[in-house]
T-cell receptor
Framework: NAGVTQTPKFQVLKTGQSMTLQCAQD?????MSWYRQDPGMGLRLIHY???????DQGEVPNGYNVSRSTTEDFPLRLLSAAPSQTSVYFC???????????FGAGSRLTVL | AQRVTQPEKLLSVFKGAPVELKCNYS??????LFWYVQYSRQRLQLLLR??SRESIKGFTADLNKGETSFHLKKPFAQEEDSAMYYC????????????FGRGTQLTVWP
């Protein structure tokens, strides 16, 4: 049981480049979410999904796209990276019947 | 609007001293509150949740609806408690939509 797996662990982009952060979970959790962690700001919800084919915006969705074609995968896309998107990104899923998040190891993104 | 407030960005205590990490929230309904912890080079993980009413690693937290607080306490801090602590609030009916505070970095000195 791998839990929540995020790739890549580290990434450096130039302004304007696009990329996708991958997130996969093997626990058959319906709910998945993406957070960004910034110093002094805590964790802020970017997008979330309550099941395959269903996504919704969180607190800071601008500049990010998501899709949920399968229960297992929830990729986060940056279409045109900006320096303000330099952050650590966490994917998380929730087990049924609880509001307890299981987090991935994080992806550190630097946009130059 | 800040839904979860952790007023201390940094907190330092000596080993064996009591420690209290403060958390206040804004929500008029019935909240569900959590403390998450991130140890150095480890994943964020749940420490405790108020509905469990349990003590984890010697930590306890009591929900005070009158003061809208959920402070995390431990009577005798240990060096291994050094970590970043986040208070989180779930409100409403949307499963999993948690609001996190800005975090408190706890350092326990030997």
């Amino acid at each position: 049981n791998a839990g929540v797996t995020q790739t890549p662990k580290f990434q450096v982009l130039k302004t304007g480049q696009s990329m996708t952060l991958q997130c996969a979970q093997d626990m058959n959790h319906e709910y998945m979410s993406w957070y960004r962690q910034d110093p002094g700001m805590g964790l802020r919800l970017i997008h979330y999904s309550v099941g395959a084919g269903i996504t919704d915006q969180g607190e800071v969705p601008n500049g990010y796209n998501v899709s949920r074609s399968t229960t297992e995968d929830f990729p986060l896309r940056l279409l045109s990276a900006a320096p303000s998107q330099t952050s650590v990104y966490f994917c998380a899923s929730i087990s049924p019947g609880a509001n307890v998040l299981t987090f991935g190891a994080g992806s550190r993104l630097t946009v130059l | 609007a800040q839904r979860v407030t952790q007023p201390e960005k940094l907190l330092s205590v000596f080993k064996g001293a009591p420690v209290e990490l403060k958390c206040n929230y804004s929500y008029s309904g019935s909240p569900e509150l959590f403390w998450y912890v991130q140890y150095s080079r480890q994943r964020l993980q749940l420490l405790l949740r108020h509905i469990s009413r349990e003590s984890i690693k010697g930590f306890t937290a009591d929900l005070n609806k009158g003061e809208t607080s959920f402070h995390l306490k431990k009577p005798f801090a240990q060096e291994e408690d050094s970590a970043m602590y986040y208070c989180a609030l779930h409100r409403g009916s949307t499963l999993g939509r948690l609001y996190f505070g800005r975090g408190t970095q706890l350092t326990v000195w030997p």
